[in-house]
């Protein structure tokens, strides 16, 4: 078996089996901390032969669907009850409702329509306002040329195929792969999920991490539109 994979799991599963309160929301983000910690330890030895060219200010990649597994959806509901202010929040809930009246239900060529008009909920003025807990696949996504970015973007592109380091991709993919394996073992509702029906079933549930930790069903499933990380759980 995959030795990061291994890993990724155990961790996981240690966290989660612990059933506590904030246990989902601990063990995405210890999911994070060993896929950026195994990242850098692998190109601080290696290095890159290109730089990546993603900086502040280039959020061409944030008006895809974003994925992510139940555990980074608590981690990020959690950080908005946290540092949101009121107004801010909702701001964040009118985004989420367009956002869902634009794109819910919709086929890919559909969304490719709107998809200039339709940014993730959290980017704002072209930055991310949950950075610190940004899903696995956000920082997956990553690009050598902006300009290729942009020409897709423009063009509306619905799949768009953007060249980066195998490395990034094969670290966020198998952690995220080894979370989602420790979700099934415990018994949770496993799944991947879009982000703005995610926040949307987050914010009106009362007791969303609570319910889940303890194997309700949470979320709906449904059709991804995007999906830059299908999460296969072998
Ligand atoms: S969560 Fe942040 S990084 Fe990810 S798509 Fe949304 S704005 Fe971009």
Excluded at 92 to 119: N, Q, S, W
Excluded at 132 to 140: K, W
């Amino acid at each position: 078996m995959d030795t990061l994979f291994a890993l990724a799991r155990q961790v996981a599963g240690d966290i989660l089996s612990q059933k506590s309160k904030g246990a989902a929301s601990e063990a995405a983000a210890k999911m994070i901390a060993l896929a950026e910690d195994v990242i850098g330890q692998f190109e601080h030895r290696h290095g890159l032969e290109d730089p990546v060219a993603c900086g502040p200010g280039c959020a061409y990649c944030c008006h895809y669907q974003v994925v992510m597994t139940a555990p980074e959806v608590f981690l990020v509901g959690r950080h908005v009850r946290q540092h949101f202010t009121a107004t801010k929040t909702q701001a964040l809930f009118r985004r989420i409702d367009r956002y869902l009246a634009l794109r819910d239900g919709k086929d890919v060529f559909e969304v490719a329509r709107v998809l200039h008009d339709t940014p993730c909920v959290f980017l704002k003025d072209d930055r991310c306002a949950v950075y610190p807990v940004r899903p696995l696949v956000c920082r997956a996504w990553h690009a050598m040329d902006r300009d290729a970015c942009r020409t897709d973007f423009e063009s509306a592109v619905p799949d768009p195929e953007v060249e980066g380091y195998t490395h990034r991709h094969y670290v966020y993919k198998t952690v995220a792969r080894g979370l989602e394996a420790a979700v099934k073992e415990i018994g949770c509702q496993a799944g991947a999920y879009g982000m703005a029906g995610a926040m949307k079933t987050y914010f009106s549930h009362p007791a969303p991490e609570t319910a889940w930790i303890n194997g309700e069903p949470v979320f709906d499933g449904g059709p991804i539109a995007f999906c830059a990380l299908p999460l296969e759980v072998t």
